[in-house]
């Protein structure tokens, strides 16, 4: 299989089947906790990086061989090696995906690019969309996700916005915290504030544990944490 793996079985997932819609690395952000390394650059052009044809009937044929597996899955997800919404036929694929299985599809994206209208209605047929928001001022978010030019905090945080008027899945959003970057009271409250904004169906709070590809990108301890989860409410879970 070159663009399915697969399944896992994860915490907040559960039994997960992976799509990758990009070749290695191809994103719109380059942060400083990726554990794929520095890539060749950032990108937020969107294009079809894989035929989506290819990604269906490579799909088709894993549902096949794998009939008992493929009852038991919790979610199809789209993430993989880089960003998927960059794939301008997402929203085709998912189309494509809900004729052929009944498993609900959940896409996993940096946010980037949600300010376009386009973009966001390619993930109106999904049924989870798990989007990052890292920071939510100027100067923080350029130095964790290293976005590419002309990419704006602001604008994410609009279509993050107009996402949740317009999707009627759920939404859980993933923040990443890195020590030293942005876990500072002062930002998690201006989160706070945003997130409200948004409202998304979950939060979830997350710091580097595994090797990342960077040196000196380091963990948030437990504690603090625990903190700022109290601090974003309810529906705020750390991961
Ligand atoms: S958005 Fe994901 S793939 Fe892209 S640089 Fe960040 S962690 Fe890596």
Known sequence: MKYIYGPVKSRRLGLSLGITLTPYKVCSFN?????????SGTTSQRREYIRTEEIAEELKLWLQNNPK?????????????????LNIKLGGLIEEIKKITSAPIAVITNASLLAEPSVR????????????LDAVVSGKFERID????GIKIENIINGLIELRKEFKGRIWLEVMLVK???????????????????????????????????????????????????LLGENCETI
């Open 121 to 132: 209605r390619d993930l109106l047929n999904a049924d989870l969309i798990v989007p990052s």
């Open 180 to 230: 030293g970057i942005n876990d500072d009271l002062p930002h998690m409250k201006k989160l706070k504030d945003i997130a409200g904004k948004i409202g998304p169906d979950k939060i979830q709070l997350n710091s580097p544990v595994r090797t990342t590809a960077e040196i000196g990108v380091l963990a948030v301890d437990k504690k603090k944490l625990e903190k700022f989860r109290k």
């Open 69 to 85: 597996e493929a009852k038991d899955l919790d979610y199809i997800t789209f993430s993989g090696c880089g960003e998927p919404t």
């Open 146 to 149: 290293r976005p590419a030019p």
């Open 31 to 39: 942060c400083v906790y990726c554990q794929l390394g520095a890539g």
